[in-house]
């Protein structure tokens, strides 16, 4: 399943996810019982979403991990779709996310020259990272 897949007031969600941001932890009271919500920003290939981590789960999420959602549900909030464990869901890390993942191959240019076409390529400054182990 996959970020562009999900709709609101969907249950039985499963999805691998990579986390970008969690925010600051909010504590409440519901039927007299303590709780901590945070809100996150999670995203796929195909787009992003917010993500409701509830108690223990936020201690074991921080940005930059790669997250399966088991059984999870979509809820909707002033207009916005956002992802949870809910109570039956499992929210586990498989991972980090990729360092490649924000690059996308297909929108990189440089200004060198292709031997068989003669056609130049434009690079701009923000589409290139820094990297010691690469070769430009």
């Known amino acids: 399943m996959q970020v562009k897949d999900l709709k609101p007031k969907q249950g039985n969600v499963d999805?691998?996810?990579?986390?970008?941001?969690?925010?600051?932890?909010?504590?409440?009271?519901?039927?007299?019982?303590?709780?901590?919500?945070?809100?996150?920003?999670?995203?796929?290939?195909?787009?992003?979403?917010?993500?409701?981590?509830?108690?223990?789960?936020?201690?074991?999420?921080?940005?930059?991990?790669?997250?399966?959602?088991?059984?999870?549900?979509?809820?909707?909030?002033?207009?916005?779709?956002?992802?949870?464990?809910?109570?039956?869901?499992?929210?586990e890390i498989v991972g980090k996310t990729d360092a490649d993942s924000g690059t996308d191959s297909s929108k990189i240019r440089t200004n060198i020259p292709m031997e068989e076409s003669g056609e130049e390529l434009n690079v701009e400054e923000e589409d290139i990272e820094d990297s010691d182990d690469e070769e430009i």
């Open 15 to 91: 999805i691998t996810i990579d986390v970008v941001d969690v925010g600051e932890a909010r504590e409440f009271q519901k039927f007299g019982k303590p709780g901590r919500v945070a809100n996150a920003v999670a995203k796929d290939e195909t787009g992003n979403i917010k993500l409701t981590l509830w108690n223990e789960d936020i201690e074991k999420v921080s940005a930059g991990d790669k997250v399966h959602l088991t059984n999870g549900y979509v809820n909707e909030w002033q207009g916005e779709m956002q992802l949870t464990t809910g109570r039956l869901g499992k929210l």
